[in-house]
């Protein structure tokens, strides 16, 4: 059973950081094998793609966080992270960590609340 555990959300004012992390654990698959990702849930909208990470370490950001969001990882501690800066009041919403080998796995989601 693969378990997603994030940490890191909370409340930052506009224009502030944050950084997420989740930890990767019980997994049959070597951490370095999966494809990553970020996603977000705000109330009243679907969940949209953040940023991703796949197994050759290439990056995919949504559209709307480009330039200010960036994701990466440490295999030898099976994390990844997300750095998040120059924060909008738009960003606010629920963040999910994922994690795909030919089956979904996510986190418990982590609140990131960005005032104005």
């Known amino acids: 059973q693969v378990q997603l555990v994030e940490s890191g959300g909370g409340l930052v004012q506009a224009g502030g950081s944050l950084r997420l992390s989740c930890v990767v654990s019980?997994?049959?698959?070597?951490?370095?094998?999966?494809?990553m990702g970020w996603y977000r849930q705000a109330p009243g909208r679907l969940r949209e793609l953040v940023a991703t990470?796949?197994?050759?370490?290439?990056?995919t950001y949504g559209q709307s966080v480009k330039g200010r969001f960036t994701i990466s990882r440490d295999i030898a501690k099976n994390t990844v992270y997300l750095e998040m800066n120059s924060l909008q009041v738009a960003d606010t919403a629920v963040y999910f960590c994922?994690?795909?080998?030919?089956?979904?796995?996510w986190g418990q989601g982590t609140q990131v609340t960005v005032s104005s």
């Open positions: 994922n994690a795909w080998d030919g089956s979904d796995s």
């Open positions: 019980g997994s049959s698959s070597t951490f370095r094998e999966y494809l």
């Open positions: 990470i796949n197994r050759f370490g290439v990056l």
